[in-house]
């Protein structure tokens, strides 16, 4: 299979080709010839498929079209908003992104791709919305600020793109895409992206789109196999760190991506590695954007051997050479297991996911295994055994027929979840809007933000020589 067979203008082809893509992936195939057909869908990709060019490739196609379209011709001095929208749910998501907009669109004339996002000041995004603009890429809280100042136009999209609607939905901002979709022209193509279908993503699915194709290329029941999974168990934090502090030593470590539970053990974590001479920063959404950026780079361009994150800020990093994700702190859903671990292993390179459990974790460690339907082998390190018996472990299974599902059992994407409701839903009958949490919980990003707020301290980061540039999110980036 070629990207030219699949109906991909010259323009994209040509920059797939420089960047080094020799086909398309399982995703793409499946994906962007419908997309390019005109039909909505609701893609179920685990991250690291390609998921984002699927969306993408098709969106610069229209874009193309449009350039050569009389009746798509915009006057000089007019506001007419983006061509395509993409919601997505954190900062780091959308600058990705953008990212990958400026490197398939390299060859598209003129092309304009801007962001939006929270924590970082309005006047470029206003520039921004105000000018030429094909492609807008945001979060679904800021755009919706700018949409109810008047700044922003949507009346012009023509395709919507809901990345990883779950987790959207995860953090509250169920009623603010709605607020958005119902700005956008009702005659637009829309393209759903989420691990799952189940539950309220699949209510706003239905709601949202037309007669809706579906693509289930992988779910979280995948077997990861370029990324291997370890289990130690700790006897208490004193071992646990002292696994931790083996591991980073370890000579096939590129780079490592370790994850704690709250803000607070982030700061904590990176502070004490970096008293031991490593290269590391910490990464969480109580920093603000412009320090978040700063470490993000220094990863990307190798300066930090090793960032500490909790589950949000981590979200959306592709970083080729991460070759160890560490559980120090396990998530509080299984669903983030998944999300942490696709963090390594990308683009077919081979990763491995560590998870350092003490026995209180038990009870996570086994719904993960249940969720992934996949066991994490237990290993040891000689000299760090554990003293303390390990606690039992059953292989993972699917329940017995005639069971109801438990939350975290492993389902298809698109399976109905009945009374089985999600997590942020009522526990009977219809779930949908019911238990949303109240407007001002809303706005705290995520679960960790609120339990552990954050500890002013000092910035572990320090980037060395030539300080690196800064990306400009609100600004236009071509
Ligand atoms: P995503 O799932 O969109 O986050 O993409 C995961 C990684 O795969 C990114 O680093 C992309 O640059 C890379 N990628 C996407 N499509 C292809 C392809 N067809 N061939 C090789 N790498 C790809």
């Given at each position: 299979m070629t990207?030219e067979s699949?109906?991909?203008?010259?323009?994209?082809?040509?920059?797939?080709?420089d960047?080094?893509y020799?086909?398309p992936?399982t995703v793409?195939?499946a994906a962007?010839?419908?997309?390019?057909?005109?039909?909505d869908?609701?893609?179920?990709?685990?991250?690291g498929?390609?998921?984002?060019?699927?969306?993408m490739?098709?969106?610069?196609?229209?874009?193309?079209?449009?350039?050569?379209d009389?009746?798509?011709r915009?006057?000089?001095?007019?506001?007419?908003?983006?061509?395509?929208?993409?919601l997505?749910?954190?900062?780091?998501?959308?600058?990705q992104?953008?990212k990958?907009?400026?490197?398939?669109?390299?060859?598209?004339?003129?092309?304009?791709?801007?962001?939006?996002?929270?924590?970082?000041?309005?006047?470029?995004?206003?520039?921004?919305?105000r000018?030429?603009?094909?492609i807008l890429?945001?979060?679904?809280?800021r755009?919706?600020?700018?949409?109810?100042?008047?700044k922003?136009?949507?009346?012009h999209?023509?395709?919507?793109?809901?990345?990883?609607?779950?987790r959207?939905?995860?953090?509250?901002?169920?009623d603010?895409i709605?607020?958005?979709?119902?700005?956008?022209p009702?005659?637009?193509?829309t393209?759903?992206?989420?691990?799952?279908?189940?539950?309220?993503?699949g209510?706003?699915?239905?709601?949202?789109?037309?007669d809706?194709?579906?693509?289930?290329v992988a779910s979280?029941t995948?077997?990861?196999?370029?990324?291997?999974?370890?289990?130690?168990?700790?006897?208490?934090?004193?071992?646990?760190?002292?696994?931790l502090?083996?591991?980073?030593?370890?000579?096939e470590l590129?780079q490592?991506?370790v994850f704690?539970?709250?803000?607070?053990?982030?700061?904590?974590?990176?502070d004490?590695?970096?008293?031991?001479?490593?290269?590391?920063?910490s990464?969480h959404?109580?920093?603000?954007?412009?320090?978040?950026?700063?470490?993000?780079q220094?990863?990307?361009?190798?300066?930090?051997?090793?960032?500490?994150?909790?589950?949000?800020?981590?979200?959306?990093?592709?970083?080729?050479?991460?070759?160890?994700?560490?559980?120090?702190?396990?998530?509080?859903?299984?669903?983030?297991y998944?999300?942490?671990?696709?963090?390594?292993?990308?683009a077919?390179?081979?990763?491995?996911?560590?998870?350092?459990a003490?026995?209180?974790?038990s009870?996570?460690?086994?719904r993960?295994?249940?969720?992934t339907?996949?066991?994490?082998?237990v290993t040891?390190?000689?000299?760090l055994?554990?003293k303390?018996?390990a606690?039992?472990?059953?292989?993972?299974?699917?329940?017995?027929p005639?069971?109801?599902?438990?939350?975290?059992?492993?389902r298809?994407?698109?399976?109905?979840r009945?009374n089985?409701?999600?997590?942020?839903?009522g526990?009977?009958?219809n779930?949908?809007?019911?238990?949303?949490?109240?407007?001002d919980?809303?706005?705290?990003p995520?679960w960790e933000?609120r339990?552990a707020?954050?500890?002013?301290?000092?910035?572990?980061?320090?980037?060395?020589g030539?300080?690196?540039?800064?990306?400009?999110p609100?600004g236009?980036?071509?």
């Amino acid at each position: 299979m070629t990207f030219e067979s699949l109906g991909l203008p010259e323009p994209v082809t040509r920059a797939l080709a420089d960047a080094g893509y020799d086909a398309p992936t399982t995703v793409q195939t499946a994906a962007i010839p419908p997309a390019i057909a005109g039909a909505d869908l609701m893609v179920a990709a685990a991250t690291g498929s390609g998921k984002t060019a699927s969306f993408m490739l098709p969106a610069l196609r229209r874009i193309l079209a449009a350039r050569g379209d009389a009746t798509k011709r915009r006057e000089k001095g007019s506001v007419y908003g983006p061509r395509v929208l993409v919601l997505t749910p954190t900062r780091e998501l959308a600058i990705q992104i953008a990212k990958a907009a400026e490197t398939y669109g390299r060859h598209v004339p003129g092309l304009r791709v801007a962001t939006v996002v929270g924590g970082v000041p309005y006047g470029a995004q206003l520039k921004a919305l105000r000018g030429p603009l094909d492609i807008l890429i945001s979060t679904p809280g800021r755009l919706l600020d700018h949409l109810q100042t008047g700044k922003a136009e949507l009346g012009h999209v023509e395709m919507l793109v809901l990345d990883e609607a779950d987790r959207m939905l995860d953090m509250g901002f169920i009623d603010d895409i709605r607020t958005i979709a119902d700005h956008v022209p009702a005659t637009r193509q829309t393209l759903m992206y989420s691990a799952t279908f189940v539950g309220n993503v699949g209510h706003l699915a239905r709601s949202l789109l037309r007669d809706p194709q579906k693509v289930e290329v992988a779910s979280h029941t995948d077997t990861h196999a370029n990324i291997e999974q370890r289990l130690h168990w700790a006897d208490n934090s004193a071992h646990k760190n002292a696994l931790l502090d083996h591991i980073l030593t370890q000579r096939e470590l590129e780079q490592a991506l370790v994850f704690t539970s709250t803000q607070r053990d982030a700061d904590w974590l990176a502070d004490r590695l970096a008293d031991m001479g490593h290269h590391v920063a910490s990464l969480h959404g109580g920093h603000p954007q412009g320090r978040r950026n700063r470490v993000l780079q220094g990863l990307r361009d190798g300066r930090l051997k090793i960032l500490v994150a909790t589950d949000v800020a981590a979200r959306g990093i592709d970083v080729r050479t991460i070759s160890h994700v560490i559980n120090y702190g396990l998530p509080m859903k299984p669903e983030d297991y998944v999300h942490r671990i696709g963090r390594t292993g990308r683009a077919g390179v081979n990763g491995l996911a560590i998870t350092l459990a003490e026995r209180m974790d038990s009870g996570m460690i086994r719904r993960i295994q249940q969720f992934t339907t996949q066991s994490m082998p237990v290993t040891t390190i000689a000299g760090l055994e554990p003293k303390v018996q390990a606690p039992k472990m059953h292989a993972p299974s699917s329940r017995p027929p005639g069971h109801a599902p438990r939350r975290g059992d492993a389902r298809r994407p698109f399976e109905h979840r009945g009374n089985d409701a999600p997590a942020h839903a009522g526990a009977r009958g219809n779930p949908f809007d019911r238990a949303l949490p109240a407007r001002d919980e809303r706005r705290a990003p995520a679960w960790e933000e609120r339990r552990a707020p954050a500890r002013p301290g000092p910035s572990s980061f320090k980037p060395r020589g030539k300080p690196a540039q800064r990306p400009r999110p609100g600004g236009f980036s071509r």
